[in-house]
């Protein structure tokens, strides 16, 4: 039997450089972007009878927040053998909650102190025999930096498991005691002795995830509420405050016997915190630095990415796979399913990595250096205004670039509301991949001014803050708005190495899901396009006559009072659900030879297929990426129908508008725009019935 | 009074923090609690930038207003 360790402790406290050290991968799990907040696990170099499992940084382990949960789970429901807590020497008050709460589950604990050195520079000082003491547990130094005392920790942690001796017992007060005996008592033998305390603890607090774990009767549970009643009665508190209360007196008896702390003197870091947050400073400065790093992917790198996708995806590599399969005898059907459906498809979107690359890249300078949590409180400000919170900057900031990314990093954002509508609305951003699209309309309608690429920009940004606006205002979204609360790092020098990985990871997480995903459904949209029925049968026929063309053909008059209700339009919309820049493609494949878009649509009816194309359901990429952070049908489902309406709405406006100002046209149709124009304006602009006082 | 109304530098000690809900769970787990010592580091607008127990935290107005000095 393997033993299995587990690495628990604060975010930024250096667990994962201490796995990377341990088990000799370069695996990156941490709070940030992009990345997957998971468990993962491997086994140790030295012994490969060790496994060891990082799990992500959390403050405490109630479970409030999705990365608390995974490692809550994880230490409830895998019960690893013993437990390596790791702390940071700067903050061991704070991380020292943490280290009673792994104690409360009854897991066997060792606790390594890590960046000890750069504590004691400051004039901290930590008895670590003293502490090892007080908390009845082996308590040792490391660094994870250059890897002193991480074997020692290991052997350490291995001796626990096999005692496993039951680890730290924190007696609380009197009163606390007695309500967690009495709640023990009507809870034994409905769970496990070990998770016995643990369990009390969470129903004294009224934790909700704590059903889950046990399935008590009626009359148990109404014995729990009185216990819970008569002990906030006499505590004249509500159980949570109190015990809150309670654990840091033991924490403060326990620092005052074995800390030293150097009194909190203002840092270099903390001078240059006075100045980017500075209402007058800090937003410029912001405002620079994104811009610079916005300009430097989409434009500059963006090149790359058009090379990618003209020269490598579009020309040289389907001609070198075409080549091969003739080599090979194969069919012409199949050929070009692999060449125009296969690497086309996924070709396109691969095609995008050199931008996301350079703006992971930065992304990541910004993180490690410790800017973008000060960006995310002072945008804070901003973002509150639409109902999203400064979390939502950097998945708004991605979106522009994909909306995969976009949608991932948006497990960052606390608040369940708050993650929902942010995952709803960053695809309004206009992502590179609409870029196509906004560049087609935009020269072959209005090739003299510059205005209809910014104006797509525009209606992706209003799009985002007044579906904002309103959907905070509706009984899922409003209420209660999660208050901003976020530990700021100490600005450094952002680690090359560090950041080339994490970069490279982000990119290796996009690729990943791209691959998989867009494969099926290029596969999917190539046969349907190029499928149809023909004299009785299934047969490869001119996309003109394909099953697409079919479907398109039929839903087309749904979109005629938008403007763009031909067959070829709506086809080419359809297939922008696998990926917005097969919209341009489809074009060019449906219209007949020798005609121009500008034959087929008014200026009108193109800027409006522009804007519905923008709003609408983004590519199944994004929308998978949506259903695994929605995490159900339902919520998925009710996203994509609120994007298509608001594009269908604002397409449907713009479209009616035009052809009265333009054209003079006032009709039924007319009518029933402004009638919506007024419902809009009225769900923006009404007060907002769910605001609490 | 509140964390806003201490001048940048200042240190006082936490009286009184009202629990009551996630939220506010959140500001315990960052190692505010009653009796610890918060410096501020910066102000902007009602929101804060302070320090306790030598980590540095961010608050928006919200929060401020639920941590008694």
Redesign the interface.
Known sequence: MPIRIALVGNPNCGKTTLFNLLTGSAEYVGNRPGVTVEEKSAPLKSDKNIILTDLPGV??L?P?TPDELVTRDFLVENRPDVVINVIDA?????SL?LTLRIAEMGVPVVVAVNMLDA?EKRG?SVDLTALSELLGCRVLRISAADGSGCAEIVTAAVTAAKSDNSPILIRFSEKTETALDKISLILFGQISDKLLRFCALNFLVQDKKNSALVRLNAADKAEIEKIILTFETSVNS?A??FL??E???II?KITSRSVK?AP?T?TA??KI??VL???LF?LPVFAAAAFLAFFVSVTLVGNVGDFLRNSVFGDFLPQCVENALSLLGCADWLKALVCDGIIGGVGSVLSFLPQLAALFFFLEIFEECGYM??VA?AA??VF?KFGLSGKSFVPVLLGAVCGVPAVMSARTV??VKDRRLTIMLVTFVPCSAKLPVIVLVADTFFPDTRFAASAAYLVGSAAVVCSGIILKKTKHFGG???????????FRIPPPKSVILHTLDNLKNFTVKVGTLIFTACTLIWLLSNLGFSCGKISLCPPSESFLALIGGTIAPLFAPLGFGKWQTVVASMTGIAAKENIVGTLGVLLPDNTSLSELLTPAAAFSMLIFNLLCAPCVCAISAAHKELGSLKSTLAAIAFQTLAAYFASFVFYRLCLLFLNGVFDLLTLAAFALLAAFLFLLLRPDPYRKK | MTLSDLSVGETRKIKHISVKDSASRYLLNLGFAQGVSVTLVAECCGSVIVRVNNSRIALDKELVKRILL
């Open positions: 403050y405490s109630s409030y700067l903050t061991i008050t704070r909650s504590a901290n509500d949570e405050s809150a209360a654990r840091s007196k403060a702390s909190p203002l870091s903390d915190d006075a947050t500075n209402p800090g949590s000060r409180f804070d400000r509150r606390r608040g209660v708005t999660t208050p901003f609360a976020a530990e700021l790092p100490p």
